[in-house]
């Protein structure tokens, strides 16, 4: 969260918030200050999340856009919070601040247990299976859309381009090259649709089933069905601390995965023969995203930007 969105949200924000919708500020437990200011409603006991997004990082339509796709996934059965409509009949709703507004939006507080990759073998497969079958039902749900959700697409993402935020020359070789390869790639209503984009586990619960819960659609967009698992496989191999260049195919994990999806749907020949290459995208993208936030800045980050440096200047030419 960039300072200056930290100092507009003054009290004044939080009188409207009462005014409008009945929220009072004491009533909220603050959870979380990543892209937007998270809390749990009420403070006690919590039924509810409410999430206030600068302006500066989503617009209204962009939240009304996201709290449809979570409604259109719960309804066709998929485990996932819930988007909830707020007092006057909307999904998202403006509150003004000094510079731009804060976008209301509330959704359901799921109760569940986080989980983490890399504990032990036994427990990264059965994530995977568990993400290979989710995924499978968010791409068929996807492809099944009939009315348009007015997301944005993976190339109006600004942080996919890295000449515009990393100085590194080696990195902006690489960055332009993956970016070229991205937009060579040809769309297809059974490869591109509307994703998560972002579920690792930091954005999802097991509830008292052990299913996945789907937490925090902040980042879905219409991308390549293959991101959502790609996400997920570099996370594995950051979490066992596996080399840039391992047998991700053929690996265990990777297999899971595919096994899983194909219980649900055919694994497409797209997943198989792209995977590596957005596993690599994913890296390149999330280095350009901290120098975008200016997280680079942070000596504690220090160590662990070298080594995505490291990993980026590892990979096989585009």
């Not at 297809?188 to 972002?198: A, P, R, S, V, Y």
Request: charged fraction near 30%; charge should be negative; hydrophobic fraction near 40%.
């Amino acid at each position: 969260m960039q300072q200056e969105h930290i100092d507009l949200l003054d009290d004044k924000v939080f009188q409207e918030l009462y005014q409008k919708h009945g929220i009072l500020k004491d009533d909220l437990k603050p959870l979380g200050t990543s892209e937007a200011f998270v809390y749990g409603y009420p403070k006690q006991n919590p039924t509810d999340i409410i999430r206030l997004t600068h302006s500066s990082h989503r617009s209204v339509s962009d939240m009304e856009a996201e709290a449809r796709f979570i409604l259109y996934l719960k309804s066709n059965g998929i485990q996932t919070m819930s988007s909830k409509y707020l007092r006057d009949g909307s999904l998202a709703s403006e509150i003004s601040c000094e510079k731009g507004s804060f976008i209301l939006s509330r959704y359901s507080f799921e109760k569940g247990e986080f989980t983490e990759l890399g504990l032990s073998k036994e427990k990264d497969l059965e994530l995977a299976y568990k993400w290979g079958v989710l995924f499978a039902k968010l791409h068929q749900a996807s492809i099944a859309l009939k009315e348009p959700i007015h997301r944005s697409t993976i190339f109006e993402r600004v942080w996919i381009d890295a000449s515009l935020f990393v100085s590194n020359k080696e990195i902006l070789s690489q960055g332009k090259k993956a970016l070229e390869w991205l937009k060579s790639l040809k769309k297809t209503k059974e490869n591109f649709g509307l994703i998560h984009g972002d579920l690792h586990t930091g954005n999802f619960l097991l509830d008292e089933d052990q299913e996945i819960v789907m937490l925090d659609f902040d980042d879905s967009l219409y991308h390549f069905f293959v991101d959502d698992l790609a996400v997920v496989v570099n996370s594995y191999r950051k979490a066992n601390q596996l080399d840039a260049n391992w047998d991700l195919i053929n690996d265990e994990f990777t297999q899971a995965l595919f096994k899983a999806y194909s219980s649900i749907c055919p694994v497409p020949d797209f997943f198989v023969k792209n995977l590596e290459k957005f596993v690599e995208f994913r890296e390149i993208s999330l280095y350009t995203f901290y120098h975008q936030k200016e997280l680079h800045l942070k000596k504690s980050l220090d160590q662990h930007l070298i080594q995505m440096e490291d990993t980026i200047l590892s990979y096989k030419k585009w």
